[in-house]
């Protein structure tokens, strides 16, 4: 299994329909997105993996979801999906 903490991919994450283009940080406690600066929706979301419930691959090519334990369904389209899917779930308690 690869091991992505203290690395970044590039990603879009879905805030509402606009998907905003950036990049997906890992540390050691979890994830940020970073916007870039040219989208609509600019900022930073973060999802500590202690609340990760579960990842999953979503869609035909490059869609991944991340759902939190309190219900909230995070979306992401990343290449190498498959690798960050079970590094995710590695990290779930």
Request: positive net charge.
């Amino acid at each position: 299994m690869k091991n992505y903490c203290g690395k970044s991919i590039a990603a879009n994450y879905f805030r509402g329909i606009e998907s905003v283009g950036g990049k997906l940080f890992f540390d050691d406690m979890g994830i940020t997105f970073k916007s870039h600066i040219l989208n609509i929706q600019t900022g930073e979301s973060r999802i500590e993996y202690k609340d990760i419930a579960k990842a999953e691959i979503k869609g035909f090519l490059t869609g991944m979801s991340v759902y939190t334990k309190n219900g909230v369904e995070h979306k992401f389209v990343i290449y190498h999906r498959k690798n960050v899917v079970e590094f995710l779930n590695s990290k779930v308690l």
